[in-house]
């Protein structure tokens, strides 16, 4: 159906970019609603509808019956697991246990298709250059927060993050211009990150976002965004946990690691086999003083 489509001249630029997005992440537009569509695939609602009318199908929802049913007749009616319920109470732990791999892998792919390089290249020289990275986020961004921390003072950048909104709020004052901060905001609409980012923007201060939604106020307030392309409910009302927004955000903090290491790689590299030996060096002499 759509390859079909896009083979011939009914499609605009945009409908065209729609259709090749549709095609490279079918599965996942199974999953998402008509504005969940138009945010992961920079178009418009309007668009999608136009798109839908020229694929023969009456709304955005007949659309996606006639996309599913054209999966299956392709041999791809394997479906990838919901982000919010993947599993049942009636799954062997081997069958949650495939269904848990499909969602990380899935999100993964969808993650690095996301990703605007030349953008990430701007983050990763800020980050590099910044004598101070102040990272903030809530809940279980949180503990993402804390490997990255780790995995950077390794390599002697300084990341600060707090817990509480208020002690964040005040980090946030203190930030200056020649540092940098990563917010993690997986809808880019709560009132607590939105409220550190208008206190970045004030003392001038670049920031990243990192989230779902590129439509939402932070998105557009940041200096830069990295998008995640995950369509995971926000509420635990309406999913079992967090699954597919915090593997997204942890393979972000990595790559965003990994890009900073590898400008100065040799340097980098020298520096943490230099601290290792040191450390366990003192570590055994301690330990041979002791016994």
């Known amino acids: 159906m759509l390859e079909q489509l896009m083979k011939g ?3 605009t630029n945009s409908e ?5 997005y549709i095609t490279e992440h079918s599965h996942a537009v199974m999953r998402m609603n008509i504005r969940e569509l138009a945010g992961a695939s920079f178009t418009s609602t309007a668009t999608i509808t136009r798109f839908c009318k020229k694929t023969g199908a009456e709304s955005f929802a007949d659309f996606k019956m006639k996309l599913w049913a054209d999966l299956q007749e392709r041999g791809s009616q394997d479906p990838v697991p919901s982000v919010d319920i993947p599993y049942s109470e009636n799954d062997s732990i081997e069958q949650i246990a495939r269904k848990i791999e499909q969602i990380s892998v899935e999100t993964i792919h969808n993650t ?3 990703m605007n390089f030349p953008i990430l290249e701007y983050i990763a020289e800020a980050i590099s250059q910044a004598p101070v990275i102040h990272c903030f986020g809530e809940g279980d961004s949180l503990l993402s927060l804390y490997d990255f921390k780790s995995k ?7 990341i600060e993050f707090e817990t509480d909104f208020a ?5 946030a004052m203190n930030a200056d211009p020649a540092h940098c901060a990563v917010i993690i905001s997986h809808s880019g609409r709560k009132r607590n990150p939105i409220a550190i980012a208008k206190l970045l923007k004030l003392n ?4 990243t976002v990192i989230t779902s939604e590129p439509l939402s106020v932070l ?4 200096t830069w965004q990295i998008f995640t392309g995950v369509a ?3 509420r635990l009302l309406d999913k079992l946990t967090t699954y597919s927004s915090q593997v997204a955000v942890h393979y972000i903090l990595d790559c965003l690691f990994s890009f900073v290491y590898a400008l100065n790689y040799r340097e980098n590299r020298n520096y943490t086999q230099y601290n290792e030996k040191m450390i366990e060096d003192i570590c055994r002499t301690f330990y041979d003083a002791s016994h």
């Open 167 to 171: 002690a964040q709020a005040h980090q």
């Open 232 to 234: 995971e409910k926000e």
């Open 16 to 20: 065209k970019s729609l259709a090749a």
């Open 219 to 222: 998105a557009e307030m940041a």
């Open 204 to 207: 001038q201060v670049p920031f």
């Open 112 to 114: 690095r298709k996301a």
């Open 152 to 158: 950077m003072m390794r390599i002697n950048k300084r």
């Open 9 to 11: 001249s009914l499609l």
